[in-house]
């Protein structure tokens, strides 16, 4: 059965899963009260077996080996989802215009402090920097849903900014896209394309990752390419788990 999740059916998963933690964050975040999240669970038997949220028309999900993949599956056609992420070993019953395969990667490396001078940027610059390196996997969304989700959270504490300057114009940057008092995922990493092959990024990543480790939380990343998963293993990151995220109509 899948029924609408509350604070206490969501934090009863007592876990540091990288899925979980995108999940959990987002509803620390929002909670219930807007009308572009949504949040459940599965309980099968008696038994919590999955999580479930929406951002828009995006899903995520926490599956478990208990998880009634059918089920979940239907739940999906039926919530019209336009794009749905999960732990790859898991197959669901739906159809995609595109499947988007990656690796997650946790950050095991030794306490590292940059050399160079970092700071929280504003975020219009940040934002321009992404502009800056967008591709078809690197994928930047409108300013304002960028501004507005990014501002909120950041107030909340749940969105921290990282980057350096070159002559007074930020060129490095990135910022965590999700994060809980266990887990914190990084993400939007981005350098632009006249300052690469500086080791500029790679600076960014080990200094803000070993000090969410310093802080007793892990530091995961997402990673949909084999040069950024090259990139992240060199940094100290390990593969960890493999994700797929199936993109396009569900119906």
């Known amino acids: 059965m899948i029924r609408q999740a509350d604070r206490e059916s969501l934090r009863s998963f007592l876990t540091n899963d990288p ?3 995108r999940i959990l964050s987002l509803y620390e975040s929002y909670g219930g009260g ?21 951002f828009e028309d995006k899903f995520s999900l926490y599956l478990t080996d208990d998880s009634d993949l059918e089920e979940i599956s239907s739940f999906l056609r039926f919530q019209g989802a336009g794009a749905v992420m999960s732990a790859r070993k898991f197959s669901l019953e739906i159809k995609a215009d595109r499947v988007i395969d990656g690796q997650v990667l946790r950050y095991n490396g030794e306490y ?11 975020i219009k610059p940040f934002y321009e920097l992404l502009q800056s390196c967008a591709s078809d996997i690197f994928i930047v969304p409108e300013y304002m849903t ?19 300057d070159i002559d007074g114009t930020l060129v490095s940057g990135l910022m965590t896209v999700s994060e809980t008092s266990s887990a914190v995922i990084l993400g939007a990493v981005a ?16 200094t803000l990752a ?30 960890c788990a493999e ?7 569900l119906w």
Request: overall charge positive; charged content about 20%.
């Open 112 to 122: 590292y402090n940059s050399v160079l001078e970092l700071y929280s940027p504003e």
């Open 243 to 249: 994700f797929a995220e199936i993109l396009g109509s």
């Open 34 to 54: 807007y009308d572009f999240v949504g949040f459940w669970v599965q309980e099968t038997e008696s038994k919590l077996t999955s999580v479930i949220s929406r």
């Open 146 to 164: 960028f501004l507005s989700d990014v501002t909120h959270r950041r107030n909340l504490g749940k969105c921290t900014i990282l980057g350096t």
């Open 191 to 206: 350098t632009h394309p006249d300052f690469r092959r500086r080791g500029l990024s790679r600076e960014l990543v080990r």
């Open 210 to 239: 070993s000090q969410i480790n310093a802080r007793g939380r892990e530091a995961y990343v997402f990673s949909a390419s084999e040069a950024n998963t090259r990139f992240y293993q060199n940094s100290g990151f390990t593969i």
């Open 19 to 21: 899925f979980y933690t």
